[in-house]
């Protein structure tokens, strides 16, 4: 209540003013900051204002078009020292050429700080986040987000707008494939692991790069999955499941935030001072920077908050919106509002002093073209090194979703196989969505992975059946489906039929995710579903690799075909990293990081929900929460995914059946590889606290680990629960573990596993 009404006070005052400096917690460098503080002392207002204001270059636009100023203004204004920043510019030379303009003309030679969305590799390309999750390996992502930075900053670049960390329920939400799925825990890991690759150990290195984490904040709970759409939830759903992974990102050192375009319970996130003072600066101690989205600032207008620029530039200012990207808010009128006593200088000097902190911490102003370097960029971007660590990443990603006959792993030599759908040879959808500087067409296809493994390529027969997106809408937001030409699915089911086993490459093309990409139907687009059925029709040995960015409803598919292998969006080595799957040579270990659903009917659907007063009684009857039309559970759960080999849960022990405060629970269970193949399974430890002062989900993750087994290996398996990881923000408005009963499971997914109770005292 308290902050609600200091929330009011700060927007609804007409002198805003701040009443103490800011807290911050985090370690600050004595040397910068006096350099800053000699450096505040020297600029003008203007200065400052041109410290606080993004332009996007005129070359690359990742959002609606400039509005304000044309190139040579803007260029203008970089060399007046009012572009603090820029956006999508790229290269050793273009970018050294852009500082050239801001080091060598502006007054004070502050140099600029380029920043890009290189979300999931710069060239090189990764898996899309999502994938990547499934590997339920940080280091992994911290390795390939390292890649990333490395291959960045040799382009001249000194920012990523990344790491995405909005948690996200629901599927038909485009860019859910941009984060690391439904799970606070989970997701809080990765958060940390991609901040910690790309800023390194040493942020003034010229092969790392600051990250910003985005977008701050619940941006993932958008009404209907429409992007850009409203959110209107509750501080408990804030804290305990949005916030965790920015505050894991914090806590590992990132340098920036971003905001979200969406309002939160009538406050837009950009002018939001419950979530940037308060808790971010505040709380946290956070002494990096916030960027706008693009135009965030001035969409406030749009929102409905501010009347105009000036007061849009007002209200994000105070909120905490330190710059302002392709917004052109703050130029136009910072220096007004501070003369006019509406805006406090101090707040400026508070917003300039943290993006100059940062460019300090960059080492910019040691050598403002550190980053650029030709000879780098041409040796260090796609490397063979870097595409190692992209095909190791291609097949962590996967997910082995079935594999009832055993059909996988496929025979290199003495099986016929028919690869068919046009995905299959698609060199360019597995790049993904926010492919920053990808080559197009630059990925090895599913086809060409299966040539490369297969023993006689006289085996491995293709057919593309049925066109899948038409004509040039490929890189448009509006794709265009093949909904009526159906040829080739004559030549698919000819194929077909003479097969030992069918590969069936079916999904999603990359741009159906990513923002702007919401659909309303997550079933299979185009003529897919009856390609499948076509050929399932001839041959039931049939092998599904789903390519895709966010949960499918693939109900039909898992009802009737013996396997389907998620093999998402998975960049540059695709085709290899689902190959070493398909043939064995590597045996898949992935685990959905997000329910499947079973109808999108369902969405939002996550495993970690509430109980409700009155949970589906499993037998659909009326006055439970249930539909009449469908269950409730997920088609593939969270958590889920198979392996080539079989795993036993048993002896599941707990050190003490009681926790007293302040005080730790071991949990063991012995896991064993009863399949005849070595594998990789992680195993997951869920609790459940049976009575809180509010409501709790009824499973959370509080633990993981992913081990290997050799066939009949055993291994006991330990994790350590302390008070803390029971804690959540109940009732009392903090961070608190609440005594009483709990339960608890370990084992392969988030529906099946091993259960026992503690009690914390
Ligand atoms: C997106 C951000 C992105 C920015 C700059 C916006 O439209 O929401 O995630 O970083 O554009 O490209």
Redesign the pocket.
């Known amino acids: 209540m308290r902050k609600k009404l200091l929330l009011f006070m700060m927007m609804g005052c007409a002198l805003f003013s701040f009443k103490s400096e800011p807290k911050s917690t985090g370690k600050l460098d004595v040397e910068i900051e006096t350099k800053i503080t000699k450096l505040l002392t020297e600029m003008t207002i203007d200065e400052k204002m041109g410290q606080l204001n993004q332009f ?1 270059s005129r070359w690359e ?3 609606p078009a400039p509005q304000g100023n044309n190139e040579q203004q803007m260029l203008e204004m970089i060399k007046s020292g009012l572009v603090g920043s820029i ?2 510019v790229t290269g050793a030379e273009a970018t050294r050429k852009a500082q050239t303009l801001a080091v060598e003309n502006s007054r004070l030679k502050i140099p600029m700080i380029f ?3 290189v ?1 999931h590799g710069y060239q090189t390309m990764f898996p899309i986040p999502l994938a990547e999750a499934a590997s339920w390996e940080p280091e992994l992502a911290r390795q390939s987000s390292r890649v990333a930075a490395v291959e960045s900053a040799a382009a001249g670049l000194h920012w990523t ?2 790491p ?1 960390v909005d948690i996200a329920r629901d599927a038909r939400w485009g ?1 859910i494939m ?1 984060g690391s799925g439904e799970d606070p825990y989970l997701g809080s890991l990765f958060a940390a692991a991609r901040v910690k690759g790309f800023q390194g150990d040493d942020l003034s290195a010229n092969n790392t790069i600051a990250a ?1 984490v ?2 701050f904040a619940a ?1 993932g709970f958008i009404e209907s999955g429409r992007d850009y759409n409203t959110v209107d939830i509750s501080e408990s759903t804030l804290r305990n499941v949005v916030l965790p992974p920015f505050k894991a990102a914090a806590d590992a050192g990132a340098v920036t935030f ?1 905001n ?2 969406n309002e939160i319970g009538g406050t837009p996130a950009t002018a939001n001072a419950h979530l940037l003072r308060d808790i971010l600066k505040g709380e946290w101690g956070f002494n990096g920077f916030v960027v706008s ?4 600032v001035g969409e406030l207008l749009v929102h409905g908050v501010a009347a105009d620029r000036k007061d849009a530039a007002r209200l994000a200012i105070t909120a905490g919106s330190d710059m302002d ?2 917004g052109n808010c703050y130029v136009p009128n910072l220096k007004t509002l501070v003369e006019e006593g509406i805006v406090d200088i101090k707040l400026v000097d508070d917003a300039v002093r943290r993006v100059l902190r940062v460019k300090f911490q960059l080492g910019l102003f040691d050598d403002p073209y550190k980053y650029c370097d030709e000879n780098k960029e041409k040796t260090l971007i796609l490397s063979r090194e870097n595409l190692q660590v992209a095909r190791e990443a291609a097949r962590k990603s996967i997910v082995l979703l079935k594999n009832e006959k055993q059909l996988l792993p496929l025979k290199k030599e003495g099986q016929k196989i028919a690869l068919i759908g046009e995905l299959a040879a698609d060199k360019d959808v597995p790049l993904g969505s ?1 492919r920053a500087k990808a080559i197009t067409g630059s990925a090895v296809s599913l086809l060409e992975g299966m040539q490369n493994a297969v023993s006689s390529p006289a085996n491995l027969v293709y057919a593309k059946g049925p066109a899948f997106v038409v004509g040039e809408s490929k890189f448009t937001v509006h794709l265009k489906f093949n909904t009526t030409d159906k040829s080739g699915i004559e030549e698919a089911v000819k194929v077909a039929k003479t097969a030992d086993v069918v590969v069936l490459a079916l999904g999603e093309n990359c741009f159906q995710t990513g ?2 990409r919401s659909q309303t139907d997550i079933r299979m687009k185009g003529l897919q579903q009856e390609l499948l059925e076509a050929v399932y029709a001839v041959n039931k040995n049939v092998v599904v690799v789903l390519m895709n960015g966010r949960p499918m409803d693939i109900s039909w598919m898992a009802g009737n075909v013996p396997s389907i292998v998620e093999a998402w969006h998975l960049g540059s080595e695709a085709g290899n990293g689902i190959a070493d799957v398909l043939f064995g040579d590597y045996n898949p270990a992935g685990k959905l990081p997000v329910s499947f659903p079973q109808t999108v009917g369902q969405v939002p659907i996550y495993y970690n929900h509430k109980s409700t007063g009155r949970p589906s009684d499993g037998e659909g009857n009326v006055f439970w929460s249930h539909y009449t039309d469908a269950p409730n559970s997920a088609l593939f759960p969270f958590g889920y995914g198979l392996s080539y080999t079989t795993f036993t849960y048993s002896d599941l022990k707990i050190s003490s059946s009681e926790m007293s405060k302040g005080g730790k629970l071991n949990v063991s269970v012995t896991v064993k590889n009863t399949g005849k193949v070595k594998g990789q399974e992680v195993v997951q430890l869920y609790i459940r606290d049976l009575v809180g002062s509010i409501t709790r989900p009824v499973k959370e993750l509080k633990a993981f680990d992913k081990i290997w087994l050799n066939p009949g290996e055993s291994k006991v398996v330990s994790f350590e629960l302390t008070e803390n990881d029971l804690a959540f923000w109940g009732a009392s408005n903090q961070f608190q573990a609440e005594p009483g009963d709990f339960q608890l499971w370990v084992g392969p997914n988030s529906v099946e596993g091993l259960k026992t109770t503690f009690k914390l005292k």
């Open positions: 996007t636009m990742t959002g956006l999508n920043g890009y969305d979300i707008f990344a995405m860019r941009e910003c985005k977008h941006y971003m979200a375009f989205d693009w135009n965030s990207m392709e926010w923002e702007g």
